[in-house]
Structures are given as structure tokens and as C-alpha cells.
């Protein structure tokens, strides 16, 4: 199963300058997950000191906000899409 | 993503400068620029001020003009400002039957539905990033907006010559939408919720390098709220009231109030308490107000079902920021029903003559529902903060003009109707 998750040019540094990554996985956080077992540096700032989504980001899953579909247990198919973006933004 | 820059922008960054900016989470420090998030923690970035700057006496700022400029030492930009040099100082004006409504000793209203050129607040905000914009050489700026700030970006880009791409929600007021393209924007309509639209602009901020005000120039395009507070200690004579309230959208307004009150006080232009700061939202789109009732620290994002689009943010970023203030301040937080809204904004207009959009009807709702849970205080002194026009909204008031008689232009037909009503 491949997901393909969007980082920001921020968190994109922190994964040799990669914007897009592939990942596998059944949920959001599975693909995470996979995400940051090759690139240590995002853990933090994918997931807070319990585990659950980093305060300062944003995971949407196909656009809609993880938040309304159980948050980091979202299921997740092939040929989805996590798009990870900075919280501090509009308004 | 580089910012491009145009000649004839780049040739206004002599004389203006914009100010360094500090991670307002983990305190890391950076150069000034078009950011505002942490590189180290993603968290927000603020501006900061030289604590050894001169700073200017009651006499020094009442006799500058009559702008938001004359608060310069307070704002994030060394120089003189080369845009929208007349935005700002709207009226305060007392409202004792407002007050009486609200079993309060005294109200006022912050109007700026007034506010140049725009008719809202935001024309605040975007006079300070569009200076931060000249500052660092960006000829194009842009905002994810629920209106107001779409009309307020338009309307000084268009002045200051520069490109602008508006991003809005696609179904928006018609008067809102207008108000927007009169001034010949790149205007988009975005099939999707206000918290699609900003989610869009902060992966468009990323990609293009826009100056989007309320993204990548957001640390500075938010101190432009505070001259709301600083006008407001001025206009009531070098104090503070009691007690504000204003409509949270995305919970900056509040924070800025609090920052902007707190600057005077430092500064010895005010002296006394804080005032206890009260927030507003609609309740078919109030995250912040039931952070403020639950009394923990997460937003739960809601998707907005409300008529007051304009503050219809269902994941407001600074709402953590709002709610804390909120409580700190001893305030409070209410959410209204859109009948109530509508009520708010008739109240309003028939007691002080002054026609709101939604959030202000919101606003007065809010304040009156306050007074019902004895959270206003009788010698209290409330300054409503009334923050975008009514012909804005037009939409939420249904048809108005119905109730109004049509006559033939026959004096026994006025004489009729005078009859029936004891004129």
C-alpha cells in the first residue's frame, strides 16, 4: 500500500529536501510512522512526547482534516494523500 | 522559496525596515523576513521591539495625525510607512442605551465599520504587512480571508500598485465577493470552508513565496491589531475600560488587545488594571468559546454552520492563545445562536446608530448573554469592538425593506400613516 505524505519546506529540510515522501501503512500514523523510521529528525515534529500529533502541525488526509476522521487512527488506502502543514497560519 | 522582488519595490526598502522576530514557543530568534513560523519548533514567531527604544509621551502621540501611525514605536517597522498612511483612528463612541440594555454603568463602541478603506478592522492588519511587504521587496501579496481581509488586501494593493492573489470560500456574501473585485485582484473562489482556503494559502505561501499578509507575513500583519487598544486608552481620555469584548475568529484579535493594553501600561501612558477581556463567536462555529468553557488546552476544530461567515474559523490559529488570555483576564467567552446575531445587529443599529456585519451582531449578542450570566458587572465600563460594516452581510438580514409602507406621493397617504402610528 503506498501514501504519499506532503511536507512543508520546513519539515522537508529535516528529510534531505524532500517535499514528497512515500510511506506504508493502514492509518495516518502508521504512515508516519514509516515516514519517520527513515528520517528521525521529523519525529518531533510530527509527534508530540505522547505519541499523539505535534501542536505546531496540521495532518490533513485527502484534504480533510485528520481531526474529523480519528485523528492519527484515520484509515488510510492506496493512493491516498497526508499533507502536513503549519498550524500557525490565517485568521 | 524565493520572494521575488520588483525595482520599483525594492526601491522603498531604503527607508523602511522591518524588525527581527522571536519564536513566541521555544524563544529561538531570527532575522526579519516574510515568516512566522519557528524554524526550530514550527511555533509562532513575533516581532521584537528594542526595550531601549524612545518611546513617545500622551502629548508627543495626540499631536501626530490621526492615523495608526501616530502608535509607530509600537509596530514592526523602523521608518516611515510608504503605504496606506491613513488607516486607522476610528470613532469610540458612548452608548448609553447599549448600556442600559446591558445593566452596565457605561459602553462604548469601538466603530470600525468605519475603517479606511475597507470598512473593517483588517484594513489594520494589512496596513502593517503591506509595509512589511515594501520592506522586504515583495510586489506580490495575497491573504486566505472570510472577507474582510479579502477587501482590505484588495483595496491597498490596488492603492499601492502592487499584484495581490485574494483566496475566499467560494459561497461568500455577495457584498464581501464585490467588494473584493472592484479592485481587480487575482480573486479566487475556493470550493470549501474558510479552513480549506487558509490550509491552500499556507501550502501556496510554501510554494510561490507570495507575501500572503495572514501566512508567511502573519508576525507582523498582527501587530496591526493592537492600535484597536491603543486608540481605544487614547479616545477614553489616557485610560482603560473595565472590560472589552470582540469577536474571535481566529482568536488574534484578543491576543493583540491584551498585548496592545498591557504596551501602554508598561509604557506609563495608562495606569490601573487590565481590562477583563470577553470574546465572541457564533454558535454554529465557537471552538474558542467552548476552549474557554471546557478550560483545557486543545482546540477540537468544528466545520462552521453560522451566517457570520466572517468569523466562521472552525481551527482558529491562535485560539490556545485567546482562550488562555481570556481567563487570564478574568473575561469570558459566549457563543449566540444566529437569530441571536441578527437581534444583536438590529440592537445595534437601532440604539447607537451604527449598522454591523455579523460578527458585530454576534458580538453585542454575546455581550448581552454575559450580562445574563452576571458576568458584566454594574459599574462596569465595556467597550464593544464592532468590527466590519453591515452592508457587508446584507444577506443575513433577509428582507428588511418589507415592513416599509409603499405609498402613492400623496400627502393623505403620509397623513394616513401618521394616523395609524399617533403622529
Known sequence: ?91 | MTISVSPEAAATTTALRALPLLCRNCGAARDAGPAAICEQCLGPLEAVYDPARALPARDAIAARPTSLWRYREWLPLDGEPVHSPDTGWTPLLEAPRLARRLGIARAWVKNDTVSHPSLSFKDRVVAVAINAAAAFGIHTIGCASTGNLANAVAAQAARAGLEAWVFIPHDLESGKVAGTAIFAPRLVRVRGTYDDVNRLCAQAADRFGWGIVNVNLRAYYGEGSKTMAFEIAEQLGWRLPSAVIAPMAGGSLVTKLRKGFGEFLGAGLVDGALPRIFGAQASGCAPIARLVERGDDQIVPEIPRTIARSIAIGNPPDGRFAARIIRDTGGWAAHVSDDEIVAGIHALAEDCGIFSETAGGTTVAAALALSRQGRLHADDELVLCITGHGLKTLEALGDISAAAPVIEPRLREVAALAAAVGS
Request: cysteine-free; glycine content about 12%; hydrophobic content about 45%.
Open chain 1, 1 to 91: 500500500m503506498s501514501i504519499t505524505v506532503h511536507l512543508p519546506t520546513m519539515l522537508a529540510r529535516l528529510a534531505g529536501d524532500t517535499h514528497a515522501l512515500e510511506a506504508s501503512g493502514d492509518t495516518v500514523g502508521d504512515a508516519l510512522t514509516d515516514v519517520i523510521a527513515r528520517f528521525p529528525a521529523l519525529g518531533p515534529r510530527l509527534r508530540d512526547d505522547a505519541g499523539k500529533p505535534y501542536g505546531f502541525v496540521t495532518f490533513y488526509l485527502n484534504d480533510e482534516d485528520i481531526r474529523f476522521h480519528g485523528g492519527f487512527e484515520a484509515p488510510v488506502a492506496d493512493g491516498d494523500e497526508v499533507i502536513v502543514v503549519p498550524t500557525v497560519a490565517g485568521g
